[in-house]
């Protein structure tokens, strides 16, 4: 007889003497032999077979022949060979097989709800205060710059006036003088009492020192030189350094003042000082800006040589004959457009619908994929490409790519602490984000959250302005804007226009297309370029000559019309010129040619004869403006051509993401580390702000596991994989679908902070970093009620490392999935990747070419990893079962290390290929 193991039942058999069986294990004694008696059982094998010898469930087995009912407060699992203990808060009741523990479960849940609610609010209100605290510094320190501006003009005034008497008081008493020598004594007396009243003026804002004092009673009784104390005690007024200071210290601080600490080498580091010092440098801006308007010829010599304000390096770009050419349709965007931008200039560029103005701005911004260029353009008139100077160069698209989940101040510091340089200190960086806040007009909203289209925040016209401030606080010294008055209202242009021309005045090199603006818009451009159809330059030059130029022309802008939306409804095509030109919008290009001297294209010709040929034509350089691609007619040609340009545009994008231009921009931008942190700090404050969102994704998982424990009926024979195959899919799909919106949503910002220098690495690894606090919490969620539901064998933490390794894993994937796709096929494709991989991992292994593709299924070994911790509790009776099973599964009991190291590695494989993707495979 075989021996049985433990965990099983085999009594002695008894010989029914009738049928010659011993009962229960139906096995007859062998015939003529009478010696021979019933013994144990003669059969152990899996418990589908043998199920008889098993310790049936509810009772143990301490030996093989006996059998015990489990008593109350004890729970007995099928083949046990001992009673366990519940736990305090389970119910047990006798004969049972299992406990139940869904009050654990509800008391994990209740408590890890507790946690996420404490972490949220806690965390909000933490941003809340801190937010009001900073804001009430700022509050108190403009509060402080403002009575220190006006202390400051109430000296200034004072101090004027007191000069302008004392001026007038010389030139009486030196009239008086020469008339009668006898009124000395009284001119004497008036001298004194003028200047103890100066003396006494000057006590407001500091102590009277005894010096002055003596020197102007000294001077006083110098005959002939009685209206020189009155004025040495002007010139020590104007001369001395410290009465601003302490006026400063009086009014602000009545202690130490910000700029004799910031003087000293001492630079501030509390909200408090650091707000006082940027406001205080931004009333002076203002009182500068009151001065420069009433300027002498010695004041501007002074003010172009102050080296306290920081210089900005300028960039002038020149273009010649600069062509652009669509590859896939050989169609000319631009051509032949020459002329230069200047620094400090506000270039507008203007004309109808197609007319190449954002192709202009995209070819010298260096963003022109997709096209061949032909020409030259020169930066500061040598041969570089612009992305040399990308860390000075600023690009405000069309579209307003802000921020919706931060406030406008998050927005506008973020750009600040990535693009700005390292050298500049903090309270620097703060002055140039509250210069450009006070410039735009966003005082009012600077703690409010800029809105997306689900949750309305501030309006379109301050959002329009936010996205132009983006640029602003880097501190450019090129700064190209794509038609950013376009929606704003005439307030609100002009509004930004001034906050332009403030710019232009540091030195920035200004170009933008507008459309239509309106007259006072209008007179704020330095420069204008008209282009017609085509792509034809037809005007390029000051914006005040160029009603001068059309009245030569012989075109007269009529009275009470904008001459912008004269310029436009002309290059239409919608007006015909008025006065007596008799020209046509076509001719108004080659008019523009003639007028410079450049060469006549060819196909142009025909519309110049009228006109003075006796310019040259530069036909070597010409290009069919039609096509000059005739050979590819037929159908197949066609698609050839069309697939060989997308191909060759791919590769066009590869390769300018990948190209690293030299840095000629002479700025150290924060590096890697610091660029982290700063994304780090921002991905935080957008997950604490999308909580609700966080919440629906754990209350679903909460429910998956509280339905696939109820519904899945744990079986003994296959250790539970059925529920752990439901396990798998339910996890993988839901927490793939909650990833995607991790970059899907903010794939515009990515490419507009990426084409501007920002680290793509940091990006990334922020993203990925916050949401492994999702990948520790979502298995927790699960296994709150899906483990005590079903109540495995194997323990909480043996299921809770696989389900963060396999959330880890589909993380990953999900990251790629969402870079890849557009937003709908990417959902698509994670629903449907969990569910086909894991029917392909589960189907028997017959072939070879099976098994080698379920070894590439993650789902393969996530279920494997669960089963085979599973398994790895059933002893003793069990043993032929486990092995049967898992052999027939293709699950070895060694490989649990194995499957979680895959996982983790499959997780990184999808994170280095979701970020591959990220860097090449960009919109141009």
Known sequence: MIPCPLGSYCPLAKLNKTTGVCEPYLYQLPPMQPNHTCGGANVWADVSSSSDIFCSAGSYCPTTTKIISCSSGHYCRMGSTSEKRCFKLSSCNSNTATQNMRAYGIMLIAALSTLLLIIYNCSDQVLTTRERRVAKSREAAARSARKTANARQRWQFAKDATKKGAMGLQAQLSRTFKKDAANLEKVKILAQANSEADVELLSHSRPTTSSM???????????????????????????????????????????????????KGKQPHTHSQIFKYAYSQLEKEKAQQQENKKLTFSGVIKMATNTERRKRPLIEISFKDLTLTLKAQNKHILRYVTGKIKPGRITAVMGPSGAGKTTFLSALAGKALGCSVTGSILINGRNESIHSFKKITGFVPQDDVVHGNLTVEENLWFSAQCRLSVDLSKPEKVLVVERVIEFLGLQSVRNSLVGTVEKRGISGGQRKRVNVGLEMVMEPSLLILDEPTSGLDSASSQLLLRALRREALEGVNICMVVHQPSYALYKMFDDLILLGKGGLTVYHGSAKKVEEYFLGLGMNIPERINPPDYFIDILEGLTTPGGSSGLSYKDLPVRWMLHNGYPIPLDMRQNAVQYDMSHSVNSASEIDPHGSSHADKTFAGELWRDMRNNVELSGEKIRHNFFKSKDLSDRKTPGLFKQYKYFLIRVGKQRLREARMQAIDYLILLLAGACLGSLTKGSEQTFGAAGYTYTVIAVSLLCKIAALRSFSLEKLHYWRESDSGMSSLAYFLSKDTIDHFNTVIKPVVYLSMFYFFTNPRSTFADNYIVLLCLVYCVTGIAYALSIFFEPGAAQLWSVLLPVVLTLVATQPNDSKILKDLANLCYSKW??????????????????ITRCGSLLKSGYNLHDWSLCISILIFMGVIGRAIAFFCMVTFRKK
């Open 862 to 879: 996530a279920l494997q990893a669960l089963v085979v911790a599973n398994a790895e509790r059933y002893q003793g009776v069990w043993l």
């Open 213 to 263: 004092v003596a020197s102007s009673s000294v001077a006083t009784n110098k005959k002939g030189k009685e209206p020189s104390g009155l004025m040495q005690i002007i010139q020590e007024i104007e001369n001395d350094p410290d009465i601003e200071d302490n006026i400063n210290t009086e009014v602000e601080t009545r202690g130490r003042s910000i700029s004799a600490n910031v003087s």
